[in-house]
T-cell receptor, first 113, second 119 residues
Framework: GDSVTQMEGPVTLSEEAFLTINCTYT??????LFWYVQYPGEGLQLLLK?????DKGSNKGFEATYRKETTSFHLEKGSVQVSDSAVYFC????????????FGPGTRLSVLP | GAVVSQHPSRVICKSGTSVKIECRSL??????MFWYRQFPKQSLMLMAT?????????EQGVEKDKFLINHASLTLSTLTVTSAHPEDSSFYIC???????????????FGPGTRLTVT
């Protein structure tokens, strides 16, 4: 079946450092790919998504590119802030709207001042 | 907009008792709600999908008699873990979808989760 693999955390960075969180997937068909973020005590929030190969999703300085050839959707940000500390989930869905999700295990990011 | 709450945020119960978790859409009507379970350091796993006014659809391997889901209104779904055992200890997360067409109709909005510990 479909699956999502993420780099294990926790990831600890200093403020203004470059962030990469790796995500790879296995799926039949052509899934849509998502990154969700969960801040402490809050629900998962959609951060960005891409619905077809070579699409780039971006939001709040984060971006990820749908790479079909490497089945990857790595999350990047050029300069992290303390407020970016959260758990990040990579996910795939068999629809553009995010139904029938398969989630990765999540990666905890801690950004130190 | 599109806020989903869960109550309680954490609960500890004794083995053999039942516990109810509520999921509410605070500022929209949710035609569909989803219940997920997350084990430590593992993915969210979909347990069931519930549509308002009808029986929930359970994923393979999820015991419907153990995890009772009620979606009695467009803003409330409940998950009751019956005769809980230590292996039911987990993080339970709900999400809600507006439906009905239009912008954001199919996006899932997630609650903050409920941590259940069965002793």
């Amino acid at each position: 079946g479909d699956s999502v693999t993420q780099m294990e955390g926790p990831v600890t960075l200093s403020e203004e450092a470059f962030l990469t969180i790796n995500c790879t997937y296995t799926a039949t068909g052509y899934p849509s790919l998502f990154w969700y973020v969960q801040y402490p005590g809050e629900g998962l929030q959609l951060l960005l998504k891409a619905t077809k190969a070579d699409d780039k999703g971006s939001n709040k300085g984060f971006e990820a590119t749908y790479r079909k050839e490497t089945t990857s959707f790595h999350l990047e940000k050029g300069s992290v802030q303390v407020s970016d500390s959260a758990v990040y989930f990579c996910a795939l869905s068999d629809s553009n709207y995010g139904q029938n999700f398969v989630f990765g295990p999540g990666t905890r990011l801690s950004v130190l001042p | 907009g599109a806020v989903v709450s869960q109550h309680p945020s954490r609960v500890i119960c004794k083995s053999g008792t039942s516990v109810k978790i509520e999921c509410r859409s605070l500022d929209f009507q949710a035609t569909t709600m989803f219940w997920y379970r997350q084990f430590p350091k593992q993915s969210l796993m979909l347990m069931a999908t519930s549509n308002e006014g009808s029986k929930a659809t359970y994923e393979q391997g999820v015991e419907k008699d153990k995890f009772l889901i009620n979606h009695a209104s467009l803003t409330l779904s409940t998950l009751t873990v019956t005769s809980a055992h230590p292996e039911d200890s987990s993080f339970y997360i709900c999400s809600a979808r507006k439906g009905g067409g239009g912008s954001g109709a199919y996006e899932q909005y997630f609650g903050p989760g409920t941590r259940l510990t069965v002793t």
